[in-house]
């Protein structure tokens, strides 16, 4: 068969021209009713690629019968004769691009969709060896033949992750590649280049790396003291524990994977991005991107709600003078809805199967743009940056003008002011910069999507790579990347604030760990474990009597503040 004429053949790439001029050139736009004629042959491969758009196909100067008849003389060659390796290719692009693709943009204009590059490329893959020994090779399709007949010269096969219309709409549409698959987005995302994108994951993974250690060590030295437990200080804890799962998520999934490219992308050639239906495929290899975005989605969730019951905790300690047993009533409710109301986002998304790669990011998370796919995690987020930011300025203003009251020791109530504050904005930009990021690229979708277009069609008519004109922002990438993996790199700094005590949490931290390191290598297994539990034991005597002479200088302060104010009254009245 000859392979040229039949491509030439092909409709344009652009949309179809106005109803008149259709009707006198017989050309329409109807559904795909089977392909009897070939025995089904067809079937398995245009309702997949069509997918998940109605399957309509063209037709051009014949009827439905006619084309099926055509078709099913040209597939009925394709039979035991031929190797499997280039059969199966063989009958995708016979079939996509006889039974050629259409959709309905605009009533009654449509636009067109050939098989693109990837289809004629795996038919060259698998059938050159065969076809040169029949010598048959003038047979094989032109992959990097062009298409005139609008005027404009594009690819008659479009590039991977293009699909052409000339209407200015849909650039172009991404679709899981099942190996018959009409266009597809490739993996990584070609937007950056290799130095970019491995530069990107190895940052994400130091930070991440670095976060985890840290949370983790805060997390064990405090459950290991029993003052640091008590309410309101295991809130920090929890915070403390989410964070610590963070970074766990970011460095576990893509390690089990092979990295996070060989995570976020399918085995299938060409890879793709991983998404819930396709996941399953090559032996689950998807299955650890599914799994690493409940696991984000969770615990970013879970710690964004528990920063927010931090704040309303400060609010009615500082702001509204509230006992600590009084505050503390609330901690069984603060449990149910930070634990549960992430769990419930996870179950909504899990029923949406919307977890996957997101396109240009090493990491997986709530993939897809429909409203509720995004707005799962980020009104939640939005809410409590805006509920937490109002009750800690007035928790800081109220603890400024409380604790400025007392003479003496200026400088330590203003650094312990500062590392209050320090540990407010760093969570506080934390959380708002994947807002902001979030933002950026929905603002940008459709300036990328025609970047996309123009560059592939200045690559077709001028016959060399050329650059994409607009993409993200590198910087702004990086950011985001290094702020996933940073949750316990700045609950380690944070806890430099919290309790405003001396010394803090992170220096004991260091001098615990310092002391049992150097125990452990320098005293027998048995003694140095003693003298471990011996050394908690004395740091919770040293914490618990500075704690009270903190506590009687406070008060002594009060005290003398007070009758100094009745002793200047008095004065006064005489």
């Not at 690229?441 to 790579?465: F, H, K, L, M, P």
């Amino acid at each position: 068969m000859e392979w040229t004429t039949l491509l030439r053949s092909q409709p344009a790439l652009s949309s179809s021209p106005p109803l008149a001029e259709r009707a006198s050139s017989n050309v329409a736009c109807v559904p795909y009713q089977g392909a009897p004629a070939t025995g089904g042959k067809c079937d398995y491969v245009i309702l997949p690629a069509a997918s998940p758009y109605p399957a309509n196909i063209l037709l051009r100067n014949a009827t439905y019968a006619e084309l099926d008849e055509e078709v099913g003389a040209k597939t009925v060659l394709m039979g035991a004769f031929f190797p499997p390796e280039c059969r199966n290719p063989l009958l995708a692009l016979t079939c996509m691009g006889s039974f050629t693709h259409c959709r309905f943009s605009t009533v009654p204009s449509f636009d067109v969709y050939p098989p693109c590059r990837s289809v004629c490329e795996a038919v060259l893959l698998g059938c050159t060896a065969f076809f040169e020994s029949q010598g048959m090779t003038s047979q094989l399709p032109d992959c990097d033949m062009t298409d005139n007949s609008t005027g404009t010269v594009v690819p008659a096969f479009p590039p991977d992750g293009t699909q052409y219309n000339r209407d200015e709409e849909d650039s172009f549409a991404e679709s899981d590649y099942d190996g018959q698959v009409m266009c597809v987005m490739p993996c990584p995302n070609p937007m950056w280049t290799d130095s970019e994108w491995n530069g990107g994951i190895v940052a994400m993974m130091i930070v991440s790396g670095i976060s985890f250690l840290l949370a983790t060590c805060l997390v064990v030295t405090l459950c290991m003291r029993p003052s640091k437990r008590r309410y309101p200080g295991i809130l920090y804890i929890y915070i403390s524990i989410c964070s610590m799962a963070v970074a766990f998520m970011v460095i576990f999934f893509p390690i089990i994977s092979g990295g996070p490219t060989r995570m976020v992308c399918t085995r299938g050639d060409p890879p793709v991005e991983v998404t819930f239906d396709n996941a399953r495929e090559h032996d689950g290899a998807g299955v650890p991107c599914v799994l690493q975005g409940m696991g984000i989605l969770y615990f970013a969730l879970a710690a964004n709600f528990w920063w927010l019951a931090l704040c309303i905790n400060v609010f009615e300690m500082v702001f509204l003078g509230r006992s600590v047993h009084v505050v503390r009533q609330w901690h069984l409710f603060y449990h149910i809805f930070a634990w549960g109301a992430p769990l419930l986002g996870v179950i909504i998304v899990l029923a949406g199967t919307s977890f996957g790669a997101l396109p240009a990011v090493p990491y997986c998370f709530v993939a897809g743009n429909e409203w509720w796919q995004w707005t799962i995690f980020y009104i939640p987020v939005v809410s409590c940056l805006i509920i937490g930011t109002i009750l800690i300025i007035a928790s800081v203003i109220r603890f400024i003008r409380v604790r400025f009251r007392f003479k003496g020791q200026e400088g330590q109530k203003i650094a312990q002011t500062a590392r209050l504050l320090l540990l407010i904005v760093m969570y506080w930009l934390l959380l708002l910069y994947p807002v902001i990021y979030r933002i950026y690229t929905r603002a940008s979708e459709d300036e990328i999507a025609d970047a996309v277009e123009q560059q592939v069609t200045c690559s077709a008519n001028t016959g060399t790579a050329c650059e994409q004109e607009h993409r993200l922002n590198v910087g702004s990438w990086f950011l985001m990347l290094i702020d996933l993996g940073a949750h316990g790199f700045v609950v380690f700094v944070g806890c430099l604030s919290w309790p405003l005590t001396h010394p803090t949490n992170s220096q004991e931290m260091i001098y615990f760990w310092w002391r049992a390191n150097k125990l452990l290598y320098t005293r027998p297994w048995r003694e140095a474990i003693a003298e471990i539990k011996e050394l908690i034991t004395h740091d919770e005597s040293a914490s618990s009597s500075s704690s009270s002479s903190s506590k009687f200088r406070m008060r002594s302060q009060v005290s003398k503040t007070t009758t100094t104010t009745s002793s200047t009254d008095s004065d006064e009245e005489i």
